[in-house]
């Protein structure tokens, strides 16, 4: 019985932070791009300003929005977009950027006020949240294509017997300088 209250006060603090931070990261996918599979665990995600220092061709999956209600949220925002970045199948975050935006409330504050009497007063509170934002995008060093995920299956293996009249002629001048794979 004691644990299942620990477990619902755990549940309940990490629903709390999770609130705190402005609800979690968010993917507005590309038009027309496909859906690409979650790279391994340990594969890096660089943060970079322009995608024009990245292994080229790249491709935009989407943008990565979030909203956090600390100023010095940025660490927190990386850490998080890099982690759903490889969750969508990109390697790179480019041109992380926020944006902050005041929001005015009235708050009624009651005070004791002369001879002990409970007196309502309005306060102005003003309340910031950071929207961040980046590109989430697929370098070539993961592969950017038309081969979505879920794919592989689909496609016809190759033959692994090599036709009896190629085999037979051998490698010729033009094609023996490139590596297997090359055209």
Known sequence: MASSFRFVGAVMAA?????????????????????????????????????DILPQPTQVVGTLRADSKKADG?????????KDAARYGCDAVVALASQQEDKKALKTVETLGQGGKKVKTQQ??????????????????????????GDAAERPAADPKPSPIAAAEGPTTETSDRKPGQL
Do not use: N
């Open 15 to 51: 629903s709390a932070v999770f609130a705190a931070c402005g609800g979690g990261v968010q993917l507005e996918r590309t038009p027309g791009v496909p859906k690409y599979k979650a790279l391994p665990p340990k594969t890096a995600v660089q943060i970079v300003d322009s995608a």
């Open 74 to 82: 940025r660490k927190a925002v990386e850490a998080d977009f890099k």
């Open 124 to 149: 102005e509170v003003i309340t910031s949240v950071w929207h961040w934002h980046a590109q989430c995008v697929r370098t070539a060093a993961m592969g950017v294509g038309p081969t979505p995920a």
